[in-house]
């Protein structure tokens, strides 16, 4: 599984996911160490995840994090999960 955020969300479905025995790679450029997690960059865990979770807030440094560029570096094709929220599709709040 690989976590692109290691924030407190992150953390919890780090632990849940060690748990079920799967190997947990996080890319945050704000940790620099975390237990039980293996810390890569967002290219190694594009290339080595089966899942991806992400896990990270809306700004100018994550916006468009994940596009056409980070599904061309995947070898697999892994089911992706955002839970990071952001501005609407809509426009709406």
Do not use: W
């Not at 945050?28 to 997690?37: C, L, N, S």
Request: overall charge positive.
């Amino acid at each position: 599984m690989g976590l692109v955020g290691c924030g407190k969300i992150g953390m919890e479905v780090a632990k849940m996911a060690s748990a079920l025995g799967m190997q947990v790679l996080a890319f945050d450029p704000y940790i620099q160490k975390a237990e039980g997690i293996r810390l890569v960059d967002l290219d190694t865990l594009l290339k080595e995840s089966d899942l991806i979770s992400i896990h990270c807030p809306l700004n100018e440094s994550t916006r468009h994090l994940i596009g056409e560029k980070a599904f061309h570096q995947m070898q697999k094709r892994p089911l992706i999960v955002n839970t990071s929220r952001g501005r609407s599709l809509m426009g709406r709040p």
